[in-house]
C-alpha cells in the first residue's frame, strides 16, 4: 500500500516494485477516471477499491482514504511517500510538460495530461490536511505491518535496492 499526495512519487515506485516482484500495480487513478476525465462515483470507487484488495496481491497505490481501512487491513507493508511540496509541485508540473495530450500509464485511456490550474489549487489547499490524514494513517499501522515513511529520493532508492537485493535481481 503507496500513499502519498500528488508528486510524491507513487505511480513511480508501485511501477519499480511491479518490475521486480512480479506483483500486479492498481494505480487509483484509473479506479477514480473513465475516459475523458470523467469522475465516476464514489459508490463506485469504493467497490472497485474493495475489489482490488480483494485480490490475493496487489501494490495499490493512490489515495481515496474511505477505503484505507480495508487495504491497510490486507496490506503487509504500509509506504508513506512523503515528500516536501517543492519537489511535488515541480515533479507535477514537469510530468504535465513531459505527457501533455497523451494518457500517463496510470491514467486511463482518454485521459489526456493536462494542465489544470485547479489541481495544483487543490494541492496546495490539501498539503497540510492531507499530509495528516496520511500521518495518522502511518501511526495507527498495526505492528503486524511493515511501515515505511520516506522524505526523500535517496531513502526510496535505498530501498528498492534493498528490495531487489532481498529479490536476487541487480
Given at each position: 500500500?503507496i500513499v502519498g499526495?500528488?508528486?510524491?512519487g507513487?505511480?513511480t515506485?508501485?511501477?519499480?516494485?511491479?518490475q521486480?516482484?512480479g506483483?500486479?500495480?492498481?494505480h487509483i487513478?484509473?479506479?477514480?477516471?473513465q475516459?475523458?476525465w470523467?469522475?465516476?462515483?464514489?459508490?463506485?470507487v469504493?467497490?472497485l477499491?474493495?475489489?482490488?484488495h480483494?485480490?490475493?496481491c496487489?501494490?495499490?497505490?493512490?489515495?481515496?482514504?474511505?477505503t484505507w481501512?480495508?487495504?491497510?487491513?490486507r496490506?503487509?507493508?504500509?509506504?508513506w511517500?512523503d515528500?516536501?511540496l517543492?519537489l511535488?509541485?515541480?515533479?507535477v508540473?514537469?510530468?504535465?510538460l513531459r505527457h501533455?495530450g497523451?494518457?500517463?500509464?496510470?491514467?486511463p485511456?482518454g485521459?489526456?495530461?493536462?494542465?489544470?490550474?485547479s489541481f495544483?489549487?487543490w494541492?496546495?489547499?490539501?498539503r497540510?490536511?492531507?499530509?495528516e490524514?496520511?500521518?495518522r494513517l502511518?501511526?495507527?499501522?498495526?505492528?503486524?505491518?511493515s511501515?515505511?515513511r520516506?522524505t526523500?529520493?535517496?531513502?526510496?532508492?535505498?530501498?528498492?535496492?534493498?528490495v531487489r537485493?532481498?529479490?536476487g535481481?541487480?
Amino acid at each position: 500500500m503507496i500513499v502519498g499526495q500528488p508528486g510524491s512519487g507513487k505511480s513511480t515506485l508501485a511501477r519499480s516494485l511491479a518490475q521486480v516482484t512480479g506483483l500486479p500495480v492498481v494505480h487509483i487513478d484509473q479506479l477514480l477516471w473513465q475516459s475523458g476525465w470523467v469522475l465516476r462515483p464514489k459508490a463506485e470507487v469504493d467497490v472497485l477499491c474493495l475489489e482490488a484488495h480483494a485480490r490475493p496481491c496487489w501494490i495499490f497505490e493512490g489515495g481515496h482514504s474511505p477505503t484505507w481501512a480495508d487495504r491497510l487491513e490486507r496490506c503487509d507493508t504500509l509506504i508513506w511517500l512523503d515528500v516536501p511540496l517543492p519537489l511535488r509541485m515541480f515533479r507535477v508540473l514537469r510530468r504535465t510538460l513531459r505527457h501533455y495530450g497523451y494518457a500517463r500509464p496510470d491514467l486511463p485511456p482518454g485521459c489526456p495530461e493536462r494542465f489544470d490550474i485547479s489541481f495544483l489549487v487543490w494541492i496546495w489547499r490539501t498539503r497540510k490536511t492531507a499530509r495528516e490524514k496520511m500521518r495518522r494513517l502511518h501511526e495507527g499501522a498495526l505492528t503486524d505491518k511493515s511501515c515505511y515513511r520516506f522524505t526523500r529520493a535517496a531513502e526510496i532508492d535505498g530501498f528498492l535496492s534493498d528490495v531487489r537485493d532481498r529479490a536476487g535481481c541487480s
